[in-house]
């Protein structure tokens, strides 16, 4: 089945959504918002299910849904964690500024703790005070997990995923080195993220939803333009099981933590760093990519970081070209 | 006023607590949760207070309060950052180790972000997977904030801070080094956090509350023995008006959020790294600290983490020895 959360007050008003995003269904007689049904996910998920097949088949009062009325499923939530799982954007970073990667980046998945209390809604602009911060949008994929108990193995907390869906992690790149430096890791460097309309539960993903991670070409467009086309099942080196694992290695987590991939980046066909999906690439699925490429090619970076008016969209198509997951689609304020 | 949440589902009961912490009210006829009032505070907080001064004139129907009986007074909150606004437990720490310390870190606040889906309640025990995690107690004052939009300064932002606290932000030493060095800041090494029993409005702590800072003796005992006698008012560079504008810096903040302080530590009065309780000294409010001081001092630190069994006790008693926020009791599981 698949969820949104229409706008309304601090934690928006749950409804199921139809397969083809064409329509939804209230859902307030099961839960009012997408929290108070994580909350309480075995009695609310059957329920929220016979909902979307009555949905599906025309069998209860249903309204248009429009992407654009949709907060981010969950408007705020009480963890967004953040991993790193495509190893190659990294070592691709990393070789860029001519930095070795530890060897144990391929085995101990890199995650950072992200500020949950207010993610933009999927067609929100992207709030920038200062255009030297460097915006820049990262693609991923997302996971919302139920409660998980602290020092779950990896295979076990698959089964702890009831949601998945996209997010423009939004970074701001010129205050990511300083940050870091510092050592407490990102802050101010990370504001909010926009999560994609709809969440849909991995059974419903069929085929595109296996060995814990979503299979699929990521689109990225930027400005209108193909920037990104990588597939997220590809070259994704932790699975979400591995991340919540990670995650949950010394506490528990709540339900309705949200755990995301890192930026979906796959490696060039010909073993090199990646080329644009007009040079007959996959491109990018964050503008610090491109630049670290562009560096690595040519000595220096020559695509700017994201200024005001520019816009970035997000999504992923099924096989008969319809969204999955709605767009998110943003505008630098 | 003072308020806390009883144990009860996800987050509590919202109850209203006398000033010296023997009686409570039920809240739940202006809001179920502490969340629920904090989301609409300007309306909620004046029937708050008209409650607390009831239940203080024994106008309306009370309960005995059992600080036992309570939850964190938010069981799980939207965000929790936590500064080190105490730099000089920062320098120590660093002077310990040999590095340097940035002269930056005088003037830009560390901050990271914490995991706030599931804290412990005050009374409940520590669980602690393996002890070479090198379990440790990290005495705190926090603070929660009203809704803050991004960009506030330092002064503006102290009108923001809506309810005063201690915390337990246990930390797992053993784990920090290999995590910083990953360079996406603490995960694994934070886990769960512990409040006070009682949060307090800053109106409500008269003189205690100023400058941003809440002052006064922070007691820290470890298994019942004086550990840490430090004033939080004394050696803190960064006033809480600065924490939430440095945290607001690219983001609006939700309202509930928490920011820390950080470990309360003062300077020795000679100026040296600081010296026990029973040699006179104010003691200190981690064990780290402790272990610093014992490394500057002997060249390797003597005291161990906590292991199962111990128990640590923060506090801090008003002029006439009674305590303010309750206290956070707990032992190693």
């Known amino acids: 089945m698949k969820l949104a959360s229409l706008k309304q007050?601090?934690?928006?008003?749950?409804?199921?959504v139809s397969d083809d995003l064409a329509w939804y269904a209230d859902a307030a007689a099961v839960a009012p918002t997408m929290q108070a049904a994580l909350d309480n996910w075995a009695d609310a998920a059957p329920r929220l299910a016979?909902?979307?097949?009555?949905?599906?088949?025309?069998a209860i009062p249903k309204e248009r849904f429009h992407e654009r009325d949709a907060a981010s499923p969950l408007p705020r939530a009480y963890q967004w964690a953040d991993g790193s799982a495509y190893v190659n954007h990294v070592a691709l970073v990393r070789q860029a500024r001519g930095a070795e990667m530890p060897d144990s980046f391929w085995h101990d998945p890199l995650m950072y703790q992200g500020g949950s209390d207010a993610f933009l809604g999927p067609r929100d602009p992207i709030p920038l005070g200062d255009?030297?911060?460097?915006?820049d949008m990262e693609a991923e994929v997302v996971v919302v997990t139920d409660d998980v108990p602290a020092g779950i193995d990896a295979v076990a907390a698959r089964s702890k995923i009831l949601l998945v869906g996209l997010t423009n992690d939004v970074s701001l790149r010129g205050l990511i080195p300083g940050e870091l430096a510092k050592g407490f890791g990102f802050f101010q460097s990370k504001p909010s993220s926009a999560m994609s309309p709809v969440?849909?539960?991995p059974d419903a993903l069929g085929e595109r939803w296996r060995d814990g991670k979503l299979h699929g070409t990521l689109c990225v467009d930027l400005n209108g333009q193909p920037l990104g086309r990588a597939d997220a099942g590809v070259d994704m080196t932790f699975d979400f099981g591995q991340l919540i694992a990670h995650a949950a290695k010394t506490r528990n987590l709540g339900a309705g933590t949200i755990i995301g991939s890192g930026t979906v980046s796959n490696r060039d066909s010909d073993g090199g760093p990646g080329r644009p999906v007009d040079d007959g690439g996959v491109g990018y699925s964050c503008l610090a990519e491109v630049r670290t490429v562009e560096t690595i090619r040519h000595g220096k970076p020559s695509t700017p970081f994201m200024k005001r008016g520019d816009t970035v969209c997000i999504w992923?198509?099924?096989?008969?070209?319809?969204?999955?997951?709605?767009?998110?689609?943003?505008?630098?304020?």
Request: glycine share 10%; charged share 25%; aromatic share 6%.
């Open 131 to 135: 255009p030297a911060w460097g915006c």
């Open 316 to 333: 992923m198509d099924d096989e008969r070209h319809h969204s999955i997951f709605g767009a998110i689609e943003q505008s630098v304020a």
């Open 50 to 58: 016979a909902l979307a097949e009555d949905l599906n088949h025309d």
């Open 199 to 201: 969440f849909v539960t």
């Open 9 to 16: 007050g601090r934690d928006g008003r749950l409804v199921v």
